[in-house]
């Protein structure tokens, strides 16, 4: 995993740093993010209250923001206008990291294989991220920044890739056999040979956020942040049923994530 984290992490810096010589003119902010998420994946039932409290996991990062009120170079606020006073774009490099398993009535009541075999299955996704969002305050940036205590909500959209490692296996032995796999999961899936997979590989995802920042002092803020992130890809847990058998299994890998981030304002 480090192999992969390190040149994610270069291209960041580098992108950044590509960022201050082309947009030199406005002030940047760096800060930290982390929180618990909810992996809502083929694992468990839909819609269960406990598959969603179950498959949670944590997630890290740094992101940055390119803020346009305010010009680094001459110590002064820029030519106003509504797109600088209310918007910010922000670059992220992040990790996450789910452990995964069967929750809900098909696990529950009577002993039968099939339901030995789901609770036997467990599996994890790590995924790294590296991605912009365009981010929208309502409010004016220049009035939450001049006052310590305010506070500035947000709502933003954007893109990200990412690069995900999935696990699966069964405390029943290895998968790929009628023994320890539940039937849908022998099924060919995507090119695969079954609808289970322990792989890496990259994907895309669309995240939109709402959330808020308080302004703790004159450089420096607190956030909280709720994420909703989208995969193109329904691998990213490592599990795929043929969408064209079972219907219920159809949507794609998405996920949860609550942050608090601190924000620290570079002069």
């Keep these: ?59 890290i990062g740094i992101i940055h923001y390119l803020n346009f009120s305010y010009k680094a170079d001459c110590n002064c606020y820029t030519p106003e206008t509504y797109f600088n006073d209310h918007f910010k774009l922000r670059s992220e490099l992040s990790y ?32 790294t991220n590296l991605g ?61 040979p079954y609808g289970f997979s322990s792989e890496s590989g990259t994907v895309w995802s669309v995240v939109s956020s709402v959330g808020t920042r308080y302004k703790l002092a004159p450089l420096s803020d607190l956030m909280v942040d709720l994420r909703f992130q989208y995969f193109f ?4 847990d490592g599990l795929n049923p043929n969408p064209e058998i079972y219907k219920e299994n159809k949507a794609n890998d998405w996920l949860v994530w609550f942050n608090v981030g601190y924000i620290y304002y570079l002069q």
């Design 96 to 127: 996450n990291k789910t452990e995964l398993q069967h929750f809900g009535q098909y696990v529950e009541g009577k002993p039968s294989l099939g339901k030995e075999q789901l609770k036997a299955m467990t599996g994890s996704t790590a995924v």
């Design 132 to 192: 912009m969002q365009l981010e929208f305050f309502p409010w004016s940036i220049r009035d939450f920044t001049a006052r310590t205590g305010s506070v500035g909500p947000f709502v933003s959209v954007g893109g990200q890739f990412s690069y995900y490692n999935a696990e699966v296996s069964s405390a029943l032995g290895p998968l790929g056999t009628p023994l320890t796999t539940f039937p849908k999961y022998l099924t060919p899936t995507d090119g695969r």
């Design 1 to 59: 995993m480090i192999k992969q984290i390190i040149p994610l992490l270069l291209i960041f810096v580098g992108f950044s740093t590509n960022l201050n010589a082309q947009f030199g003119g406005f002030s940047h902010e760096v800060g930290i993010i982390a929180g618990p998420l909810a992996f809502q994946s083929d694992y468990g039932e839909r819609h269960d209250f406990s598959t969603n409290a179950g498959n949670t996991g944590i997630g």
């Design 233 to 236: 890809s329904n691998w990213v």
